[in-house]
């Protein structure tokens, strides 16, 4: 069947009372409810149009780099405001000092330890396999290394000479990140030779 053409009468071509937001201004409007929407409009229009007008031109790297060493001068005058103000503090040193060693200590026995344990049993409770192994080889990699107050690395066990009047450093190398799962590592594929 095909589709057939109908002819349909259009009773009022231009309707008096039409309810568009475009026509609004031709409703009858209360005294209470009176705003111009098409003034509105127009003045949205002017004011895009006047900040379209004007573009910039920058060079963008330029702008970039101008920034970046902007930041990096802000960044290296806070540094120099924190280490005048640690200096200031009478016993500042032995404070930040012993905040550091505890800090570090409860960072590599406490925290990251029951962080490990919290993980894997969620692992067992979602009926996957635990990573025991993996999680304490990468926490066992971590490294805490004093150093003097000028960067001068000692050894993991070492403290720096006079370290409570002078001041301590703490770095740590290879820093653990907990992962949710471990990529499983690719074992030598044994071949099976067929006769």
Not at 39 to 51: A, C, H, P, R
Not at 73 to 97: C, P, S, Y
Request: charged share 30%; aromatic share 12%; net charge positive.
């Amino acid at each position: 069947m095909r589709a057939q053409r109908r002819k349909i009468v259009i009773r009022e071509l231009f309707q008096a009372n039409v309810h568009s937001p475009l026509f609004l201004d031709r409703i009858y409007k209360p005294i209470f409810f009176s705003f111009d929407i098409s003034g509105l409009i127009k003045l949205v229009f002017e004011n895009w149009k006047e900040k379209t007008k004007e573009f910039k031109i920058a060079n963008y790297a330029e702008e970039n780099a101008g920034e970046k060493r902007q930041r990096a001068k802000r960044e290296e005058k806070a540094r120099i405001k924190v280490a005048e103000v640690w200096d200031t503090v009478l016993f500042a040193q032995v404070i930040r000092g012993s905040l550091l060693l505890t800090q570090s200590i409860f960072r590599k026995y406490i925290i990251l330890p029951s962080l490990i344990i919290v993980k894997n049993i969620g692992r067992m409770l979602l009926f996957q396999s635990p990573e025991w192994s993996e999680d304490l080889k990468d926490l066992n990699r971590e490294m805490h290394i004093k150093c003097t107050y000028n960067g001068v690395q000692l050894s993991e066990g070492e403290f720096p000479q006079n370290w409570l009047r002078d001041g301590i450093q703490i770095k740590i190398l290879f820093p653990f990140r907990l992962k949710p799962w471990h990529k499983p590592q690719k074992g030598p594929l044994i071949k099976i030779q067929c006769k």
